[in-house]
């Protein structure tokens, strides 16, 4: 556990002692006992009556609430004024305190008698003996019938404390699933003690200290809110030295998402469920920048279908810190580039590779079988057929392997920050020509052993410069075409994203997404974007 939440909570213990500790000042404490009377009765095998508001008006049974006044400096306890309050009456008009010292005054009208002195501390629950019967409203006639009576009584040293009870205490048995009632009269003629300056100015600081150290430790914890809302989906804030400082093994399959938003769309939801629906053994991390994450968006509800699926909270100032991309990162030049969320994508991407390896992919692709490890293991994908350039979309690389030092050597001492490119396909064909000797147009021209070149086909079925294929209609010729040896199908979402997609039509994209990703295709209405 973090030390901010134990300090939170230890802070919290404190300031619930320090807030209900009344004055310790030698003389006697006076402490008002305010309760509630449930009557439940029936008059008859068809009727009953209850004492809500509802019930008054159609059974001649009166509401009836009960409070006591307890007065330490009187007999040790022994004495008591009783607080009595109907419904259809107010006594005098003025005050609901009433002397009790003459019994005869409401023998007319028991309801509840103490079987106990009542404890000298507060917060205990002290339990009643009611006697059976009921009594009917003022003016009215006794019926015939059974009841059954439930008293509660607890000791609150201020009424506001009345909002921290939390249980009925019955026969001896707490029970919370009691609804609590207060009396408004206790409200009104309710009796507090006084409180210690100095609690009060301990319970201020004490506070004070909560919230500063809730706020610098990044505001709410998204993995309990989520439990909270009754999502299963682990969700990991990173954090240095942390147990995702190196990722779960060189076998994951991760994303970022670079753009800041707090969800997933329909399309990038789509990504990620079909690499889990295909690849169950494999864990699969997603990093966000957002600081909180969107609740209203369905993608967590699809997402946590799959447990091997994680959501890794970055803050890219801590990503960043103490690795040969930091200086790149807080000089901030990237920031005032067009093309600012493309480089921070792919200088993050061979960040995460340099902490632990493993696949990466961008938010565009359908994944369309499982991924043979021996096969894609170690690999660049070539782009396209006439092998103009490497990709920089989909890649696997294990942690410590020669080229991500190259890459990152390469990331440090060349940005440009007008170059779409060059810090992604054109950096990475570079350092391959460079080390293995690869030759523009001849995939076979790779010298390098411990890499691997991918032909087109195998996650590039369709080319950039054909992308409005994938919003065609398939048929059968089509898409045994795609699908003849590809693993995934890059969707170009830079130059899709704003094109018309109908989930329930015959498009290519739409056919391989009620497959792959059905439980987002099942919950695309519930998409904002």
């Known amino acids: 556990m973090r030390c901010e939440i134990v300090g939170l909570l230890l802070l919290a213990v404190i300031s619930s002692v320090h807030a209900t500790s009344p004055v310790d000042s030698g003389e006697p404490q006076r402490l008002l006992y305010v309760g509630t009377t449930t009557v439940t009765s029936t008059v008859s095998t068809s009727t009953t009556c209850t004492t809500s508001t509802a019930a008054l008006t159609t059974c001649t049974i009166g509401r009836r609430r009960r409070g006591l006044f307890y007065d330490e400096a009187q007999s040790s306890g022994r004495n008591r004024r009783g607080l009595f309050y109907n419904d259809e009456e107010v006594h005098n008009g003025q005050t609901a305190f009433l002397p009790t010292e003459n019994k005869a005054s409401i023998s007319s009208d028991p309801v509840a008698e103490v079987v106990q002195v009542l404890p000298k501390s507060s917060g205990t629950a002290v339990p009643l003996v009611i006697e059976s019967g009921f009594s009917a409203p003022e003016g009215g006639g006794n019926r015939q019938g059974e009841s059954e009576i439930a ?313 950039n410069t054909e992308w409005e294929t994938l919003f065609s209609d398939a048929t059968t010729e089509n898409l045994a075409q795609i699908k003849n040896g590809s693993y995934g199908v890059h969707c170009w979402g830079g130059k899709s994203v704003g094109h018309p997609l109908d989930l329930q039509s015959n498009q290519i994209y739409a056919v391989l997404a009620r497959e792959h990703c059905p439980i987002t295709v099942a919950r695309a209405n519930d998409f904002v974007s």
């Open 151 to 463: 008293g509660r009584y607890m000791p609150i040293n201020c009424i506001h404390q009345r909002h921290n009870l939390k249980g009925i205490n019955l026969d001896g048995q707490l029970r919370e699933d009691v609804q609590l009632m207060f009396d408004d009269i206790t409200y009104r003629y309710g009796i507090c003690t006084h409180w210690k300056l100095k609690n009060v100015l301990i319970c201020l600081v004490l506070v004070a200290i909560l919230f500063v150290l809730m706020f610098s430790s990044g505001g709410r914890d998204e993995q309990i809110y989520a439990r909270e809302l009754g999502l299963k989906i682990r969700i990991i804030k990173w954090l240095p030295g942390g147990e995702t400082e190196r990722g779960d093994s060189n076998r994951r399959i991760f994303f970022h998402e670079t753009s800041g938003r707090s969800d997933l769309g329909l399309r990038q939801t789509c990504t990620v469920e079909s690499a889990a629906k295909n690849n169950p053994g494999r864990p699969i991390q997603v990093f966000m920048t957002a600081d909180r994450l969107d609740y209203s968006s369905p993608w967590l509800e699809i997402l946590q279908t799959y447990p091997q699926v994680s959501i890794v909270l970055v803050e890219p100032r801590l990503y960043f810190a103490n690795t040969p991309l930091a200086d790149w990162y807080n000089e901030g030049e990237w920031r005032t580039s067009i093309y600012n969320i493309v480089h921070l994508s792919d200088y993050i991407r061979v960040l995460t590779l340099l902490k632990g390896g493993g696949m990466y992919m961008d938010l565009d692709f359908v994944s369309l079988k499982p991924f043979d490890e021996k096969f894609l293991w170690n690999f660049f994908n070539i782009e396209t057929a006439e092998m103009k350039l490497l990709s920089n979309s989909v890649l696997h690389l294990e942690r410590g392997h020669r080229l991500i030092e190259e890459m990152i050597h390469r990331l440090v001492k060349y940005y440009d920050v007008d170059d779409y490119m060059w810090h992604g396909p054109s950096m990475i064909s570079n350092i391959m020509s460079k080390f293995c000797g690869v030759k523009r147009g001849q995939p076979n021209s790779n010298n390098c052993t411990d890499v691997r070149l991918l032909p087109h086909y195998n996650f590039a079925p369709i080319s």
